[in-house]
């Protein structure tokens, strides 16, 4: 109806404005082309209702109630998701504590590096003539880069801060504590510890004897791949072992005692420290803190490089003896346990569901629960229940460790100032005392690595529920629509990208420690593309040309082309993301409202929940192009009130607009732009053949389109022949029609005429056959003599073959 309306309204207007301006009428305004503008009439004049009312396939209403029951279980998900990653990230911090472990290492650090002096010489006539008649201290733990410097600095830097801790000649009680460095007070002595590396034939076993009197070598292969500065991980994962040199030095020696082993043990000359075989030298002191109730042990190490360079390292890693002594900390673990516990029962009712639909369908139930779990979502709840059970077990391995370590500190051996005991039970005593922190620190390290772990995967939980809800899902489906293009584009780079790595550990790797191996050279590069330049390092080194080049290109391939084309990929996934999120689609705060407000009035029974009507929907089995209306939807679902399936049908429609209405990203833009470009042109050439005019003879023809007024009325002019011809064709077809009804009526005359004279003694299927001839020959005849009946008989009787025409095809008999 609305079609010919339009129709009516067009040829009105053009009947309007006369003959000459209705030759050439628009695109739109021709009665022919007016079904181009039906729907934009259609949809805009009908209310939402009205359109509902017509109603709504339910193909449409199906994904909209799965669409909706999906957000729904979202957001019903999502406070759960939010309260666990909370939790967890207050139980993280309060375990960790990491500003005192900071404080702690920080305060020993400097203490051993700034204030164990040695190679004192004496004081100033100043310091003299203000009273101060101390010897100064010239070097510090950085300038140690001798086998001699070690030994100075362990005799007069290290063990001195020590002193205090050690006994003294006067009598002392035994329950009496000495405080050091105000809340730290040393345990039991220190261990001084020796790596040695093996023995191996030097490469050149000749030069080797004759120019160092060398009979082997020990290349120190740990050394190799950690030139510099070895991190704590690396050190607590080289455990002392039982071939290790080991010397002890008790607190409850005086330091008359001690002092003698310090140079017995580190002089250059001594037998303990094998100076062909020894790849460090590690000293470790445990510490208490009473106001913190923790542990600390201090690690003084040095290492020796075959290249003759001396590395050292200081680290205090700290243990808290007491893991919960905060009731915070107590009712986050407890909240997190149980939101962990509620992911495992949820899990398990779903392995549950799927176990029975694998038995009914006769399916492998393995199978069907590695199909569920190889899901992406389903994936990252199963990572999440593996990875929360590992640091559960390793936690509870923690606290136990730290209890072992309380009840080690209040025991006999360590219950008082000074060690008592033997000299073997002393040792058996720090020994443990030692080897079980050690223990628990690698625990601890490890319970550390776990928790980063989860760290991850707690908001890809999150992720899950953001990706029901459209725009709380842009970001998670915008990483999935650009991680093809990504993966390619992260290929490419990390090949130029290492490239200027390794060009830079080669050109500075000699020189400058940011590219001394790979490792730095890769953080280095990192570095500079994120704005921190190395230019005059580099400079210094390689020289302005060198430098100059390298940092250039480096800056323009990597920086300002291969960064910005990463960033115009996810801005295109994005754009496009972004346009696929309708106009009706709702915020968070509104989700939640719209679940509140299902949940009131279906516990007021005023409606039924989207998962009832959904089943209630697929049961009756409809075809996707069936169409629903309000009345028909409630007798489909038992108990749908009007209200509910009217809201249902508005947002069905709501949501097949948004997705008609959806918009592109750049690059597709562009890919439809070029389309359009390429079909436009070929319009063109289309439209200039059919008009009569040459390929140039339209304006913009050749290289450019045609205007837009010359399409129209070409097209215009088009249609109005094709109406004209269209109309002369039916008339020729009437025409036609009539001429061959004549025809057989003569044809028919003509087969009665020869059947009357049949009986002249021919056999009847002769007869047959030759009024069959006849009649071909007959047809013939007529074809050839015309289309006008009148002038048809004349030719037929002039012909041979025509005897015994029958008189009634004469002029009127024609005519008539």
């Not at 009979?215 to 510099?228: G, I, K």
Request: net charge negative; with cysteine; aromatic share 8%.
């Amino acid at each position: 109806t609305h079609h010919h309306a339009a129709i009516l309204h067009h040829t009105q207007e053009r009947e309007e404005r006369g003959p000459h301006e209705a030759h050439h009428p628009s695109l739109l305004e021709h009665e022919h082309l007016a079904m181009v503008g039906e729907e934009v009439v259609d949809e805009t004049d009908l209310s939402m209702l009205d359109r509902v009312n017509k109603g709504v396939q339910a193909e449409e209403v199906i994904g909209y109630l799965t669409s909706e029951l999906s957000e729904d279980m979202s957001c019903r998900s999502l406070p759960q998701a939010i309260a666990l990653f909370a939790c967890f990230i207050v139980s993280c911090l309060m375990a960790e504590e990491p500003t005192l472990n900071y404080s702690t290492r920080s305060l020993l650090s400097e203490i051993l590096t700034e204030d164990a002096n040695f190679a004192y010489i004496p004081g100033s006539q100043f310091q003299r003539d203000l009273g101060a008649d101390q010897d100064v201290g010239m070097k510090v733990l950085d300038n140690a880069n001798t086998r001699q410097d070690v030994h100075s600095w362990f005799r007069l830097g290290f063990f001195p801060l020590l002193q205090g801790s050690f006994a003294s000649d006067q009598h002392v009680d035994a329950n009496t504590t000495v405080m050091q460095w105000e809340y730290l007070s040393a345990i039991g002595g220190v261990r001084l510890s020796q790596e040695l590396a093996p023995l191996e034939e030097c490469r050149s076993p000749g030069l080797a004897k004759a120019l160092a009197n060398f009979d082997s070598c020990s290349p120190a292969f740990h050394f190799r791949s950690t030139p510099l500065s070895p991190h704590l991980p690396d050190i607590l994962a080289r455990e002392v072992k039982e071939e290790d040199p080991v010397r002890w030095f008790y607190f409850s020696e005086d330091w008359a005692t001690i002092e003698p082993m310090i140079d017995e043990t580190l002089r250059p000359n001594s037998t303990w420290l094998q100076r062909r075989r020894s790849e460090s030298v590690r000293a470790a002191v445990p510490l208490y803190n009473p106001e913190l109730h923790t542990i600390t042990v201090v690690y003084a190490e040095f290492f020796f490089a075959r290249s003759g360079k001396q590395w050292v390292r200081i680290l205090a890693p700290s243990l808290k003896l007491q893991v919960y002594y905060k009731l915070t900390h107590v009712v986050a673990d407890v909240v997190c346990l149980i939101l962990v516990l509620h992911i495992f029962f949820s899990e398990g009712k779903e392995v549950r569901v799927i176990i029975i639909e694998a038995k009914q369908r006769r399916m492998a139930p393995f199978k069907a629960i590695f199909r569920h779990f190889t899901q992406f979502w389903n994936g990252v709840d199963c990572m999440c229940m593996i990875g929360f059970s590992v640091l559960v077990f390793y936690w509870v391995g923690h606290i136990l460790n730290a209890e072992t370590l309380k009840d080690m500190l209040e025991g006999e051996a360590f219950g008082q100032r000074t060690m008592i005991g033997s000299e073997m039970e002393k040792q058996q005593a720090l020994e443990a005392l030692l080897d079980q922190v050690e223990l628990s620190l690698r625990h601890q390290l490890t319970v550390a690595y776990i928790r980063s772990v989860c760290l991850f995967l707690v908001p890809l939980r999150m992720f899950k529920a953001f990706s029901a809800q459209a725009r709380l899902s842009i970001l998670t489906r915008t990483f999935a629509v650009c991680a093809v293009d990504v993966f390619h584009f992260l290929l490419i780079f990390f090949t130029l990208f290492m490239s200027w790595a390794v060009a830079g550990i080669v050109l500075f790797g000699s020189s400058i420690e940011e590219f001394a191996d790979f490792e730095r050279a890769m953080n280095t590069c990192l570095r500079v593309v994120l704005g921190e330049i190395v230019w005059h390092e580099v400079r210094e080194e390689a020289g302005p040309i060198v430098a100059g080049l390298w940092l250039w290109t480096f800056c323009f391939v990597n920086s300002l082309v291969v960064l910005n084309m990463l960033l115009a990929i996810i801005m295109d996934a994005y754009s496009e993301v972004k346009g696929s999120v309708g106009a009706h689609s709702e915020t968070l705060p509104q989700q939640a409202w719209e679940t509140y407000t299902r949940w009131r009035a279906r516990r007021a029974g005023l409606r039924l929940s989207v998962k009832e009507v959904l089943t209630a929907l697929e049961a009756n089995n409809l075809s996707g192009d069936v169409l629903i209306t309000p009345a028909s939807f409630c007798t489909l679902v038992h108990g749908l009130s009007k209200e509910q399936a009217e809201e249902v049908l508005i947002g069905s429609l709501q949501d097949a607009d948004d997705v008609e209405r959806s918009t592109h990203s750049i690059s597709g833009v562009i890919k439809m732009v070029g389309a359009v470009d390429t079909r436009v042109k070929a319009m063109n050439r289309s439209l200039s053949l059919l008009v009569g005019q040459p390929a140039g003879g339209i304006k913009g023809a050749g290289n450019a389109p045609a205007t837009a007024d010359a399409v129209l009325h070409a097209v215009a002019a088009l249609a109005e022949s094709f109406r004209e011809h269209q109309e002369a064709f039916r008339q020729h077809q009437h025409d036609t029609k009539l001429r061959l009804t004549k025809i057989e009526e003569f044809v028919r005359a003509a087969t009665d005429y020869g059947r009357a004279r049949s009986g002249s003694g021919v056999g009847q299927r002769d007869v047959m056959r030759r009024i069959s001839k006849g009649r071909v020959e007959l047809g013939e005849k007529t074809a050839s003599c015309g289309e006008d009946p009148v002038t048809m008989l004349p030719c037929l009787t002039d012909r041979a073959g025509t005897k015994g025409i029958p008189p009634c095809l004469s002029p009127p008999c024609c005519d008539s």
